[in-house]
Structures are given as C-alpha cells and as structure tokens.
C-alpha cells in the first residue's frame, strides 16, 4: 500500500487542510492501491501565496539561465535513474500496458532534452541592430517570466504531460503549481519526491492532486499569471472563458479525433501494424490516437480486414502481464462511457466488424472494454466525431486524395494525424494540406523539437522546445 498522507507544497511536506485521505483504486480489479490526501481551496491559496512570494523575491527568475539549466539537468537526469519505477507507478494507477509506460521512459529524455537544448540556445536578452542607421537608440529585448504558472494536466499520461510543462516553465525562471489527477497521486507523489531532491529554492514548485472544484478555484486565481492546460475540450473552453476575464495567459492542448489516412499505393501491412501504436496506444486513451481510419475504396475491405486481424490479435489484460497490450481503462465511468460508444456505433447504422459493447471474459472485475473496430462509418456518424478516449476504431471510405483530404479535416479537431504512402514525397504533399497541429508519415514519431498543439477546437498555443519554452515568457524592451 502505497501512501501519500501530506501535500508537496513549495518544495516541502506539508498537512494537509483535510485529513482525509482518497483511495486509489485499482483499474485492473477495482482493488485499493494506494491513499493520498488530496488539495482543498486553502491548500491552493497557501500554494500560490508562497509561489507569488518567491517569484517577487526572485530568488529563482532572477538566477541565471545556465544555473536553471543545470537544476533543470539534474531533475532529468534523476528521473532517468528512476524510469522502471515510473513506468510501474503509472500501469498501477492508470492500468496503461507495461509495454505503454516503459516505451514512454526514453521519449520522457527526448523532450527533456529538447527543452535544455531550447534554453541553452534561447535568446534570453539580444540588442537589435536600429532597422535606422541614424537611429539614437537602441533596443535590448530581453525575455522574462511571466510569473505564477498554474499547470493543469489530465490523468491519461502524467509524466509526459508534467514534463511538457513544468520543465519549460522553470526553465523560464516562473514559479509553478502543477495540479493532477486525483487518479494520479501515487505516480505524481513520486514526481514530488524527485523534484524535491535536485534544489529548487523554496516556493518555486507544489504538485497538488484534487479535483475539478479545486482545480477551478487555482485556475481562476488572482495571483496566477498563466495557465497552461492539457485535458479535455470542454474543459478547456471553461478555463479559456475564465482566463479570458481576468486577461490571464493561457495555453490549452485538447481534444482530438485524429484521422490516419492510407493512400492508395500504401502498404497495408506496414500501416496497420503502424496504426496498432499510432491508433492504440495508451489503451486508446490518448488525444494524439489515429482512431478515424481513411482507406481508398478501391482496397476498403482490404483494409478492414487487415485492421479487425490487427485487433483481435491483441491481447486484453491485466497491465502487469508483458504479453498485455491493451490494459482496462482508468475508471469505471470511463469504461461505461467507451461502451455506450461502442453501442450508439450500432444504433448510428455502422457495420461491427469486431468487438463490441460487452466486457472481456474473465476480465469482470476491473475497468476492461473490448476493442471494437468499426467499417461502413460515414464521418458525420458521433463515433466518427467525438472523441471516445477508448480501443475503438473507425474504417472510413474516400473516394480519392481530395476527398481524403476533404474528410480529415472534417472534424472540429485538429491535434494530430497520419498518412501512409509507399512515396515520401507525396505524403507530404498530403500532410500539408490537412488541418492539424502534427502529422506523421508512415508512422514516424512525433519529435519534440518542434511545436506541438492544435488546430482548432484542439487547443490554442504550443508546446515542446523553442517554441513551448517562449510561452512561458514576457517581453521586454529597454531602449538605451
């Protein structure tokens, strides 16, 4: 039983303001794992009111960007040492496949390092050269902190969603709340643990599990400068409206219902053994998830049927097990959310080629859906434009590379996609005329090097190197 009994407050355990603390279930079997206290309002108003006091001292904005780099270093580095231990804390509280969290550990050092490799190149402070020679002064524009940051991240991958936020953040010189998931509080109490080690000064970080009344009364308070959000599109409409009254910053990574679209000339092979990571990962719990699946219609069936024996071969089952695939999902509101999906695909009329609405065998005891595949969807269909957030696959026909290209962008997402072609050079030409945040070709990874977000009703701002790392800053110009 792991317990996590007091809150990570400005860098120290502290009680709570309740005592009480939350039982962390099980998704496998429903099973407690696991107690943490979780954050009430007072909490939050003693979590920013030591935070505003360290950003005004400046004992962190104002240290040099080499030192924070190196604090920054230490952290990513202490984590690495620390991956098996994450990736276990992760499958146990959020049921995601073994296979899922321990892949996850190196791209967690990719983005790390892409931050680092930002901020070492960043332009902190640059005189400009007068656009008139004649000119009597000077520019020195430097970037600075924006300030209090509250960062908000959802339950389905909390180290990668932590890392895309608070690493920049810091780097920057704000002082940060991170606020997760109550499912969370095991895997993000041992994030707590690490940061406390590597020297941040007093008041620059808390990590607060609570839920969503708390987590409004942080959002929408007065001595946060910036909000920096990942979950849901809904959610974030209400914390853009919030942000939007009290001309606070704020950036949001939503919602997606990603298109995968298999050219004709594609190997299908290849792309439906790429779409079982770009289509399933997660447990299908992920906003970049390829769930809308684009065939020509002159190879449709042959698609399908290469996607329903993709599918069934996956193994359903406890996360624990190596040969797991597709672990249960995080709740059992979610699971019955995935289901009733999975029932309205056959209510809207379209074709169930495998699956279905009931629960694997054996599996009754934990949060497990079966995944569902389904053929003969038209994309005004719900399953085809609302996010389910489960192992659920829609197989659309197009007619040609205009109509591909007319139905992925068909949608009030645009977060993340794929094309699938046997020519580079044509996917390309492909991808750059679908309207989303990140497309991938041929199941390449996302880098994270360049910005990631949305387009549309996916989110407003980026995040990952260079260009996360300037969102986290203010300019400012001192003319000499």
């Not at 945040?437 to 980026?462: E, H, L």
Request: glycine fraction near 8%; include cysteine; charge should be negative.
């Amino acid at each position: 039983m792991i317990t996590y009994d007091r809150l990570f407050i400005g860098g120290s355990w502290v009680q709570p303001s309740n005592p009480t603390l939350l039982d962390i279930a099980s998704p496998h079997d429903r099973s407690v794992i696991g107690r943490a206290a979780q954050a009430r309002s007072a909490d939050v108003d003693r979590a920013v009111a030591v935070a505003r006091a360290s950003f005004e001292a400046g004992v962190w904005r104002l240290t040099p960007p080499a030192k924070r780099i190196a604090v920054l270093r230490r952290f990513n580095a202490l984590r690495q040492e620390n991956a098996e231990n994450i990736a276990h804390l992760i499958s146990l509280e959020n049921g995601s496949a073994g296979w899922f969290t321990r892949a996850g550990q190196p791209g967690l050092t990719r983005q790390a390092n892409a931050y680092l490799k930002a901020a070492e190149e960043f332009g902190w402070e640059e005189t400009l050269v007068p656009a008139d020679p004649e000119s009597p002064v000077r520019s020195v524009v430097r970037r600075e902190a924006v300030g209090v940051v509250a960062a908000v991240i959802p339950w389905n991958s909390p180290f990668s969603s932590a890392t895309s936020k608070i690493i920049p953040a810091l780097l920057a010189g704000n002082s940060v709340i991170l606020k997760v998931s109550p499912e969370n509080s095991l895997s993000m109490g041992f994030l707590a643990e690490l940061l406390e080690r590597v020297g941040l000064p007093e008041g620059v970080i808390s990590v607060l599990p609570t839920d969503r009344e708390t987590s409004e009364h942080l959002v929408s308070h007065p001595d946060v400068d910036k909000v920096a959000f990942t979950g849901s599109t809904r959610a974030g409409r209400r914390i853009a409206s919030i942000a939007g009254e009290q001309l606070k910053r704020v950036s949001l990574e939503l919602g997606g219902k990603s298109a995968a679209v298999i050219l004709a000339d594609a190997d299908i092979a290849r792309a439906v053994a790429g779409l079982k990571f770009a289509s399933l990962l997660n447990n299908g719990e992920s906003c970049i998830a390829q769930t809308r699946i684009l065939a020509p219609r002159s190879r449709y069936e042959e698609v399908v049927t290469a996607v329903k024996e993709m599918v069934e071969s996956l193994r359903v089952g406890d996360p624990s097990d190596p040969d797991t695939f597709i672990g249960p999902m995080i709740r059992p509101d979610q699971q019955e959310r995935v289901r009733r999906y999975i029932r309205l695909g056959i209510e809207e009329g379209a074709r169930l080629v495998t699956g279905g609405p009931q629960i694997p065998e054996g599996l009754e005891q934990g949060n497990y859906v079966t995944p569902t595949v389904f053929a003969d969807v038209d994309n005004s269909m719900c399953i085809a434009q609302e996010e389910i957030f489960g192992p659920v696959l829609v197989v659309i026909a197009y007619d040609d590379e205009d109509d591909a290209v007319r139905i992925a962008n068909d949608s009030e997402y645009g977060l993340s996609g794929g094309v699938w072609s046997s020519d580079e050079a044509h996917a390309l030409d492909v991808a750059r005329r679908i309207r989303t945040g990140t497309v991938t070709i041929n199941g390449a990874s996302v880098a994270f090097d360049g910005p990631f977000g949305g387009f549309k009703a996916s989110g407003i701002g980026r995040e990952y190197g260079t260009v996360g790392l300037g969102t986290y800053t203010e300019y400012k110009t001192i003319t000499v």
